[in-house]
Each structure stands twice: as C-alpha cells, then as structure tokens.
C-alpha cells in the first residue's frame, strides 16, 4: 500500500468506509494467523534505566519512583506462573540496565528454556550486537524494540540519544542478523507526529518486513517532561477551523484509541503474516473495549500482566496501568472475551507465519 492510501485511511471521515478497513484487517488476519489469540506472559523484570526518554515513566531523571530488580529466583518463579497459566511465550522487559548485563540474561534465559522449554521474547532497550548474540546462543526467540517514531528529529528530541547505546535501528538490524523473530513498533499521537510521520511509521513496518508490530496510544505521564508540557496536549491537537475538514497532513495525530484501530488495521494489511498485539496502553485508554476492538481490527496477541504483584505500580511507563491483578484473574476475563469473539486461545510458542516464512527461506 502507498503511503498516500495509508493516510487517506487515517485521515478518512467515514464510518462506514473505515469499518470496511476493519473488516478487511480481520479477514487477513483470519487467514494469515488464524482464529488463535496467543498469549504472552510479560515480566517487568526491573525499572532502572540509564535513558531519558521524555515520554517515559521510568526516565532515568525520574526521582519520585522506587526501583527494583528481580533476582533470577524472582523471574523463575514468574516464569512458572506463566506456564502454569498455559503461556507458551515469557516476556522479559526492562529498562536500559547494566546490571541486566550479557551474563544475567544469558543465564535466565538458559534457565528458563532448560526447565520450561517455552518461548522466550526479550525487550530490553538498544544493546550491542555481542549482548544480543549472547543472549540467543542462549536461547532467545525474539526480540521487541519499538522505533516509536520515523521522524529522527522528533526521535532525537524525545528519546535523545546514550553514548554507548547503539540506536534504534542499528539494535533492529543487528537483531535481524541474528535470527531473531523482530518486533518493533510505535506510539500513536506523540506530541510532535504529523499524520505524514504516522503515514511513514506505518509504512516502515513493511520495509523492516516486522515479525510483531505494537502500537499503542501516547499516554502523559505527569513526571516526565513530555507530560508537563501543557502546550501540546494530545487532547488539543486535530482541532479544524471547520469541524467538516479532514485533518491535513501536517497536523498533529490524536493519540485516540480509534486512531490506534487505524493503525493496527493498517499493519495488519502491510504485513499480513506478522503476529499483532493488542497493547496494553489501548486496554487502558480505552477501558474494557481496547483489547476486544484491536483484536477484531488485525490484532491477534495479547501480553497478561506476570510480574509479581508487589512490583507492579513500579513499573509505570505511562499512568492508569492495572497494577492489581493476577495473572489468573487476567487470564478468566481474557478467556472469555477471546470466545467471546469465536476465537480461540493459542497453544504453544506461537510463531509468526512472517518468521517462519523467512526462517524457510534461509534454509534453501
Ligand atoms: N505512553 C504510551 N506508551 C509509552 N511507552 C513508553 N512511554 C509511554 C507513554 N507515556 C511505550 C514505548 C516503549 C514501550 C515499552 O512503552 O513505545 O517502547
């Protein structure tokens, strides 16, 4: 699809039309990935971070939050949680933190494939190719770095850049290299993103040819810069002078849920064979229907909450997250409104067909 037809549909007025994108994204979905929602067990395994992303909760300058780390026990033990909820996939995620160094995460992982044999995803900031090699000799499977945004100067501005992190795209293209599943992905309404960046953030997913693709809405966090900014609040931007007038290019991107729905249809059509989730910033910002409506718009993955429950508030990137629940409980209303939906839930590692194809390729 042309970048042109990618911001007509974001920018298009028409109920009906864009229910037709949805429908559309639901179909492919149907046939590339089929009816199984596959369930990812998500460990926020610590929230130092040495970045300062404007955005984030857990911006290292950020003072007012408590850090914590699991021992390699505490992520055990979470682990096992996970599979005896019937996970096929940990999610290990954290900040950018040297104690998170090759040999810690070489050892989980190990020990986690050794004792529990499941899929193991790690979303760990930007790190070097050495790290990255490291960690799937010991096993990794896949690999979530979002490039938030395609503007470099926006991304400079909001994520400046570490001298000894290694970038975005550079940690994706290492990733690539190394057999990873990849998954990347964006923030939709940043302050600053133009429907032309999100027509070429979406575009991107394609030219990465992405195994996983995230997408969720900018939630403000009062203790990062970004959200004290009060001159660009999301809330203000894609005001018209004329309430009939289709948002132009240049405008700001409203950082709605709809618009999420939008931008996950569109890469579900982009990359038909790439496994989807319904992220959790859209369950929040749009409570009790996010999740149910992504996954009928493309969306074919859910990640439940598996960090132990006295860490949780802790890890707040953006506000309003359940920090409450178990993953049991999680999981019983999740069952029911993926059959709620005539869909399954996935068994096993849940590989995306876009991996698989690949990985096939390669071989001859
Ligand atoms: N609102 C929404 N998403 C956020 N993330 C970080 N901060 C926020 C925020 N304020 C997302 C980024 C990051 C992922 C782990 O969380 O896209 O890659």
Redesign the pocket.
Known sequence: MRIERINTWLTCGDPHELEGLFAHADTLRHEHVGDEVFLRGLIEIGNYCRRE?A????HAGNRRIARYRLSADEIMEAARKAVACGFGTVVL?GGEDAAFSKGFVADIVQRIKGELGIAVTL?LGERTAEELAAWKRAGADRY???F?TSDNVLMEAVHPPHPEAPGRFETLQALRDLDYEVGS???VGLPGQTFATLSRDIALFDELELDMI?I??????PD?P??QTQAISALDCGSHDTEAAAPALSDQVP?TPDMVYRAVALARILRPDANIPATT?LGVADEGHGRLRALAAGANVVMPNCTPVRYRSLYE???GKDSTSEAEETLAVLCDQIHALGRTVGVGAGKSPSFLKRADRNRV
Do not use: D, K, N
């Not at 955005?55 to 857990?58: P, T, V």
């Not at 969720?216 to 966090?221: I, N, R, T």
């Open positions: 992303c955005y984030c909760g857990l995620q979303s979530l770095l979002r938030e992905g964006i923030m995230g969720g809405p900018y939630l403000p966090h990062t970004l959200g950082a910033a990137i953006y506000p």
